[in-house]
Every structure is written in structure tokens, then in C-alpha cells.
């Protein structure tokens, strides 16, 4: 299994950013899938999951600015960012589930500044 990320950086205050993850070494569509972020003060956190049939949960922090959503043809999962806050700066993290154990991508470094 392997899930890589693209689309951090840096914005300011109020900006938005898309991160991207393609899947690779499962089946995509009856997986899953969604992101975590960790910052250097906490532990890692789930921040948005999408299920197989595309029902999307969002952690109370985001819910309203963040939208979660999969492209089953390109085995891919997109977060879109908006209205991002300081405290949304952190690495964030693709992930899915398999086999009995939890995937992370290597994360994707997002900074937002005020």
C-alpha cells in the first residue's frame, strides 16, 4: 500500500490550499480513506475521513471550511482547504485502512500564516 501526498505550503490567514493523495496497492473504492494532521505541540488527529460510499466526517475544528472527497477512477482523495486558521499549520497525513493495520502517506507540510 502506498499513499502519497502533494499540494501543502505556505498561505496566509484566510487562504485555502488542495492537498491531493493518490492510493496505490489497494482497492480503492471499497476503502476508506481520509487525513490526519499532527503539529509539533500535538499528537496526530483525525481531521476529515471519507467512507467508501463517499460519506464525508469532519473533526469539529474543520467541519465548515474543510471539504473531504475521492475520485474512485483516479484512486485518489482531495481535502480542500478554506478559510485556513494558524492552527491549522501542521503535517498533514493521508490514510487509509487495511488489512488489520492503519496506512499513513509520509505527510505534507502545511504552514499558515497570520
Known amino acids: 500500500v502506498q499513499l502519497v501526498e502533494s499540494g501543502g505550503g505556505l498561505v496566509q490567514t484566510g487562504g485555502s490550499l488542495r492537498l491531493s493523495c493518490a492510493a496505490s496497492?489497494?482497492?480503492?473504492?471499497?476503502?476508506?480513506l481520509g487525513w490526519y494532521r499532527q503539529s509539533s505541540e500535538n499528537t496526530r488527529e483525525s481531521v476529515a475521513v471519507?467512507?467508501?460510499?463517499?460519506?464525508?466526517y469532519y473533526s469539529h475544528s474543520v467541519k465548515g471550511r474543510f471539504t473531504v472527497s475521492r475520485d474512485n477512477a483516479e484512486n485518489t482523495v482531495l481535502l480542500q482547504m478554506s478559510d485556513l486558521k494558524p492552527e491549522d499549520t501542521a503535517v498533514y497525513y493521508c490514510?487509509?485502512?487495511?488489512?488489520?493495520?492503519?496506512?499513513w502517506g509520509n505527510g505534507t507540510q502545511v504552514t499558515v500564516s497570520s
Open positions: 490514510w487509509t485502512y487495511y488489512d488489520n493495520r492503519d496506512y
Open positions: 496497492g489497494i482497492v480503492f473504492s471499497d476503502k476508506s
Open positions: 471519507v467512507t467508501s460510499s463517499g460519506t464525508p
